[in-house]
């Protein structure tokens, strides 16, 4: 069973999906954890394209559509 998104992994997903491909640095910048960003891609919510570059998968658009 999954566990429920955290209000700051919910906003992470919302800055990924407005700025597709983020640089990983720029989310640790922005209040990520390392953990906020492990979740969410093993939640296949976000998938990292170049080295350290994210952009939301289609499981996480249907996450965003519900919100």
């Known amino acids: 069973m999954a566990e429920p998104i955290t209000p700051r992994q919910k906003m ?3 800055l990924v999906a ?3 491909d983020v ?3 720029h989310l640790l910048k922005a209040g ?3 953990a906020d960003l492990v ?4 939640q296949d919510l976000i998938r ?3 080295a350290g570059h994210y952009r939301v998968s289609h ?3 249907q996450v965003l559509k519900r919100m």
């Open 48 to 50: 990292e394209r170049a």
């Open 23 to 25: 640089a990983r640095d």
């Open 32 to 34: 990520a954890a390392e």
């Open 12 to 14: 992470l997903l919302q």
């Open 59 to 61: 499981m996480g658009q």
């Open 18 to 20: 407005q700025h597709p």
């Open 39 to 42: 979740y969410l891609e093993r």
